[in-house]
C-alpha cells in the first residue's frame, strides 16, 4: 500500500513500492486521500488570495531538481505498473485527517509505504505531520522512504530479544531473501553475555533462511549504535523492532531508535511495531 498525493515524495515511495513488488511478486495499492475542506474559503467557489509570503519566499537552493515536475496523479502510476507488469488498484478515500484514514486503511496491508512529507526539511529525519502521525500510531509494518529512491542491498536490523524482535528479524530475513539482500544483526546491549546469547538465538532463527550478512554485538545502546553501523556497512534499509510507540506529541517519548534511524541519510527506514 502506498499513501499517494502525486508530490515528489509520494513519487520517490511509489518507485520503492513497484520495484519490491518486482521483486517479490506483490500487488501495489495506491490510496489517496482527498482531504475535506475545513471552510467555505476552501470550496474553490471564487478566486483565492495570493499568498504574499509564499510568492516573495526565495527559492529553495537545496530543493531537488525535479521538485518542479507536474505531480503524477493516479492513472499515471497505473500505466507505470502496467508497462512494468505488476499489478495495482487505487483507493479514494475522504476525510478531514489523510493520517487517520490511511491509518485505518494500513489494517489491510502487508507493508505500507510513504515518502517523508516534508520535502523542505533542513534535517534528514525531518518528516511531515501525516508520516509523523503514521509512525506514532503505528499498526502495521511502514516502509518511510528516503528523500530519493535506494536500492535495497544492504539490510540492518537492530536486534534485542524480544517477541517484536524476533518477529521483525523474520520479516527482514524473509525480505533479504526475496530481494536478494544482505543482512546485518546488530545486538545492542551493554551485558557481554546477555548480548551473546541473543546474538546466538538470532543466527539459529537465520538459519532457515538462505541469506548472507555478517552479525555483530555493540555495548552501547541502539540509540548510539545505529547511526554508525548503518553508515560504516553502506546501510540502505534499516528495520525497527518495537517502533510502536505513542507520544502524544510529547518529542522525549518517541521511539528513539526509529528517529535516529530517520536520520541516516540515503538510507529508507521500516518501522515494525
Known amino acids: 500500500m502506498v499513501g499517494f498525493d502525486g508530490t515528489r515524495l509520494a513519487r520517490v515511495a511509489a518507485e520503492q513500492a513497484m520495484s519490491l513488488a ?4 506483490g500487488r501495489v495499492t495506491f490510496v489517496h486521500v482527498m482531504v475535506a475542506p475545513p471552510n467555505e474559503d476552501e470550496l474553490g467557489t ?14 529553495d537552493e537545496d530543493a531537488p531538481p525535479d521538485e518542479a515536475q507536474e505531480p ?5 502510476m497505473r500505466l507505470l505498473c502496467e508497462a512494468r507488469h505488476i499489478v495495482c488498484d487505487e483507493d479514494h478515500l475522504y476525510g478531514h485527517s489523510p493520517g487517520l484514514r490511511l491509518l485505518r486503511r494500513s489494517w489491510l496491508t502487508d507493508l505500507m509505504v510513504i515518502g517523508r512529507g516534508n520535502e523542505r526539511g533542513r534535517g534528514s529525519a525531518d518528516v511531515g505531520p501525516t508520516t509523523e502521525f503514521l509512525l506514532s500510531e503505528l499498526v502495521s509494518p511502514t516502509l518511510v522512504c528516503a528523500r530519493q529512491y535506494v536500492e535495497l542491498r544492504s539490510v540492518l536490523v537492530p536486534y534485542k530479544a524480544s517477541v517484536s524482535g524476533g518477529r521483525a528479524l523474520s520479516f527482514a ?10 543482512l546485518t544483526v546488530l545486538v545492542c546491549d551493554p551485558d557481554r553475555i546477555r548480548a551473546g546469547k541473543a546474538l546466538e538465538a538470532a543466527e539459529d532463527a537465520l538459519r532457515a533462511y538462505n541469506i548472507e550478512g555478517d552479525h555483530a554485538v555493540s555495548l ?3 540509540l548510539e549504535a545505529v547511526r ?5 556497512r553502506g546501510t ?6 518495537g517502533a510502536h510507540k505513542r507520544y502524544y506529541l510529547l518529542p522525549w517519548s ?3 531508535v526509529l528517529w535516529r534511524a530517520l536520520e541516516v541519510p540515503g538510507c529508507a527506514v521500516i518501522a515494525y511495531p
Request: aromatic share 0%; with cysteine.
Open 72 to 76: 503524477m496523479d493516479l492513472e499515471d
Open 220 to 222: 552501547s545502546s541502539p
Open 228 to 232: 554508525t553501523a548503518a553508515l560504516q
Open 236 to 241: 540502505s534499509l534499516i528495520v525497527v523492532p
Open 22 to 25: 518486482e521483486a517479490v511478486g
Open 46 to 59: 471564487g478566486e483565492r488570495e495570493i499568498d504574499i509570503v509564499r510568492a516573495a519566499r526565495a527559492p
Open 173 to 182: 530475513a524473509r525480505l533479504c531473501e526475496l530481494v536478494n539482500a544482505t
Open 254 to 256: 518517541r521511539n528513539q
